[in-house]
């Protein structure tokens, strides 16, 4: 009997004493973490403020002295921006735009976040640069109509529902969008609740609307939606991640105060100085940051532990016990 509690005693302390460590250690672990985290938000504060004023592309300055940043939500289409920057270089030029490249490079592993990426790039270009353009990087204009100039008045949405050859209602400011430095910090630019493809250019518009800024799209242009862009995007090759998990389709569909440019936070860990055709560019890859308590659906599925394990149960041979 006394044998027997005895056992029942140290099996006891043993659990307790598991528990404890297991509880130190995680502390420890998670100390380290935010340590790591402050660590690596210093190195990129100080990253982004050793960013000189960047050689221009082109020598000709508007004559208005404006600069444009054509801000590029990246990741894996690097055939498309091997079309994309030629292409647009010689387009600019033929306008006389002073302009250089921002090609933000989401590399972390969650899923694809184009409105966190378009405030990074923001952050990085405002000290050099006047206005920016949101440029899809598989969207070419052919219409040298098509005016890229300061949009002094209000954002000037390009890719116009009239235009775009796949997109044609009214709210429509996806594609490519202008806007001055002033206009997209009035605005606190984009929701970084999107993450998966669509919805953060609607939450958007939301923004510009209830800014009062008018958008202004282009007029008397002489080609339509099948000429004026040419959208060269393979839709077999490259997959539209359009999974909503959690409540990701309720929260999304909601106007949201709380995001924006100014809680945006990210890594920036190489800047690739990089040159197509012999024109300039720089590639900046940066790990975004989720809140996965907050946001559960930045994981991508098959890295969520529930789903993984799902995955590797069914990976498994019938045939194997
Ligand atoms: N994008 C990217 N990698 C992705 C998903 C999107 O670089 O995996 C960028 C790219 O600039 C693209 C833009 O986000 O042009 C819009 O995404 P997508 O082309 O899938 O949307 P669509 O306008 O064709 O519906
Ligand atoms: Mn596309």
Same mark, same amino acid.
């Given at each position: ?94 306008? !006389?735009? +002073?302009?250089? $490249?921002?090609? /933000?490079?989401?590399?972390?592993? =969650? ?5 966190? &990426?378009? @405030? ?103 080609? !339509?939606? +099948?000429?004026? $862009?040419?959208? /060269?995007?393979?839709?077999?090759? =490259? ?5 909503? &998990?959690? @409540? ?74």
């Amino acid at each position: 009997m006394i044998k027997l509690s005895l056992k029942n005693v140290s099996i006891s302390i043993l659990i307790l004493f598991t528990i404890f460590t297991i509880i130190i250690f995680s502390n420890l672990f998670i100390l380290n973490r935010e340590s790591q985290c402050l660590q690596s938000y210093v190195e990129h504060q100080t990253l982004i403020n050793s960013i000189r004023k960047p050689t221009r592309t082109i020598t000709n300055v508007n004559h208005d002295g404006n600069h444009l940043a054509i801000l590029i939500p990246f990741r894996e289409r690097f055939n498309q921006l091997l079309q994309f920057i030629p292409h647009i270089n010689s387009f600019l030029n033929r306008q !006389n735009i +002073s302009h250089e $490249f921002f090609v /933000i490079n989401q590399i972390d592993n =969650y899923r694809f976040n184009r409105g966190a &990426l378009i @405030n990074i790039g923001f952050q990085l270009a405002q000290n050099s640069c006047t206005y920016i353009v949101m440029h899809d990087v598989d969207l070419l204009p052919l219409n040298d109509q098509l005016s890229y100039g300061f949009p002094a008045r209000g954002p000037f949405h390009v890719s116009s529902p009239d235009l775009h050859p796949k997109y044609h209602y009214e709210t429509y400011v996806g594609g490519i969008l202008l806007m001055t430095n002033e206009h997209f910090k009035l605005v606190n630019g984009f929701s970084t609740n999107y993450f998966g493809w669509g919805l953060e250019d609607d939450e958007f518009y939301a923004r510009l609307k209830e800014a009062n800024l008018q958008i202004y799209r282009p007029e008397n242009i002489k080609t !339509n939606q +099948s000429n004026t $862009f040419i959208h /060269i995007h393979d839709q077999n090759i =490259y997959k539209r991640d359009t999974a909503k &998990l959690f @409540n990701q389709k309720e929260i999304t569909r909601r106007r949201d105060r709380q995001t924006g440019l100014n809680t945006t936070k990210f890594n920036l860990l190489t800047i690739y100085n990089m040159t197509i055709e012999n024109i300039e560019f720089r590639i900046f890859n940066v790990a975004i940051y989720c809140n996965v308590d907050r946001t559960p659906w930045c994981l991508k599925p098959s890295s969520s532990s529930s789903s993984s394990i799902k995955f590797k149960k069914q990976q498994q041979p019938k045939n194997r016990r």
